[in-house]
Every structure is written in C-alpha cells, then in structure tokens.
C-alpha cells in the first residue's frame, strides 16, 4: 500500500504554513483543515499531488491571515513569530535556514496576506508563477508584480550583511556567555551600541511593549543574576534559552559586523510550547 501524498509531504506543507503564518499552532491548524478538505478529493483527477497540496495549504493559510491580522491588531505589546527548536542539520540548507529564521519571519510580518503568500512560495519553494497564481487566486502577470514588490520590501528590511554560521555561533556564544554573568560591561561589548531589543510577552509574561534602543539600556535590562542560559537551536540558527524563577524565554539573534544588533526575545509562554522536541521543516 503506497503511502497517502498528504502524510509523504506533511513536513513541506507544516513549513509552508509556518512561513506562512509565523505560529507552528496556526500553521497545525491549517494542516488539519487542508487534511480534512484532501480527504473529500477524487484522488484520480489529481496528477501532481504536491503542488495539489501544497495550494490547498496556501489558501487556508491565506484564511488564517486574514483572521490573525485582526487578532495582532489587539495582541498586547510586540508580536513575534513562534520559535521553533530545530536541529543544527536545518542550518546545511542556508536559504532554508534564512527563510524560517526568527528575522525573516518578523520581517514577512511587515507584508500583506498576498504578497506574503506569494513571496513564500516564489522565493523558498520556487514555486512557478501559474501555479501560485492558482494558489492565490490572481493572475500570472498580478502574481510577477507582487512577487517583485514582495522582494523588493524584503530586501530593504532584512539584515544588510549576511555572516558565516561559524561567526553566528560565536557571537551568540559570547552574548550567551555574557548573559550568565550578568555583568553590564560584557554585554555591552558584545552588542552593536544601536542594538535593538524587541520582546513579546503578550501580556502574559513581563516584556517591554516597545522596541528598546542603545546597547547601554538594552545591557542594563539584561544584566540580571541567577538566570539558567543554556545554548540552542531555533529556526535553523544558534540562539540561546533563558530561564529565571521558573520563566522562560527564547532569544534570536541578529549578528553583524561581529556584534549582535537586534534581539528578539520572546516570553509568551503560548509560545514556548515546542522548545523540547525538534521540529521537522523541509523545502
């Protein structure tokens, strides 16, 4: 008995809805909708059953967009993607890697619902243009102009310099290193002095509600003894978990120039429920 497409492709569509929605309990939900629509098919009229599925997927996700911007509206503070743990072997496919990381993802928060769509299955799936036009509901020569503004939007805000993963990893091990100690001066020197600290407690955990500027502010709020650091893995890029009286927090670095200029760190603990077995992504 030949395995069903749904489950073979199940790691490519969870990504997918990930990239998506930037929420693994969004994009779950999205799979259980796609699985549920799948199953109602006449699989014989069905020549190419992952990009069949994949479609399925990107318009329920194009759904749950619509109804997640309407919930961020109201989410108390900054909002972050989901952080996904994730095995050091995510790191071998960069563009990957690049694609799920915590950075990229805030950034395709900055998008619309289309653009995003489109930009996801252009970009890192490398999907042709008919069929994200399918996909998405418009037109071939609608979906090149979405996916060239889309680039060009991506482009201006992502980080300007992208830097080896062995660099990443050292840098984030001094940041780290410096969070265990708890001394101001260390983690200033390990952070560019316009770094940016953005939190996201979602008014569930304490977490500043803007952006913090300047590496002085940013290395005092930080410089707190008695934490556990320990180093991770999450959305394909060395990152560090951080526990203090039994709370938890994931912190994603941005690193340039060989210095850490943003941070994202993320305490909502909605959104630490899968730091304990590795998710699977895939292209």
Do not use: C
């Not at 109804?67 to 989410?75: A, I, P, V």
């Amino acid at each position: 008995m030949t395995e069903d497409p749904f489950v073979t492709h199940r790691t490519l569509l969870f990504t997918v809805a990930y990239e998506m929605l930037g929420s693994a309990a969004d994009a779950e939900d999205v799979l259980q909708d796609s699985w549920l629509r799948w199953a109602d098919v006449d699989r014989t009229q069905v020549n190419d059953p992952r990009g069949y599925l994949v479609r399925i997927v990107t318009r329920q996700s194009l759904n749950r967009l619509r109804t997640l911007s309407r919930r961020r509206e109201e989410y108390v503070g900054e909002w972050l993607p989901e952080p996904l743990l994730t095995s050091p072997d995510v790191a071998e496919d960069v563009e990957l890697a690049e694609s799920v990381s915590i950075a990229m993802l805030t950034v395709l928060e900055t998008l619309g619902p289309a653009e995003r769509a489109v930009f996801v299955l252009r970009e890192v799936f490398d999907l042709p243009y008919g069929e994200i036009a399918e996909a998405v509901g418009k037109s071939a020569a609608a979906v090149r102009q979405i996916a060239r503004r889309a680039r060009e939007h991506v482009a201006a805000r992502r980080p300007r310099v992208r830097v080896s993963r062995s660099e990443q990893q050292a840098v984030v091990e001094r940041f780290l290193a410096a969070l265990r100690t708890g001394r101001v001066q260390e983690l200033m020197e390990v952070m560019a002095p316009d770094v940016v600290l953005i939190a996201d407690g979602g008014g569930l955990a304490a977490a500043a509600r803007a952006p913090l500027h300047g590496a002085e502010l940013v290395a005092s709020l930080l410089a707190r003894p008695g934490r556990a650091v320990s180093p991770v893995w999450l959305n394909g890029a060395p990152a560090g978990r951080i526990e203090i009286d039994g709370r938890l927090a994931a912190v994603s670095l941005v690193v340039e120039d060989g210095r850490v200029t943003r941070i994202h760190a993320v305490a909502n603990p909605q959104k630490l429920t899968r730091l304990d077995e590795p998710a699977e992504l895939a292209r």
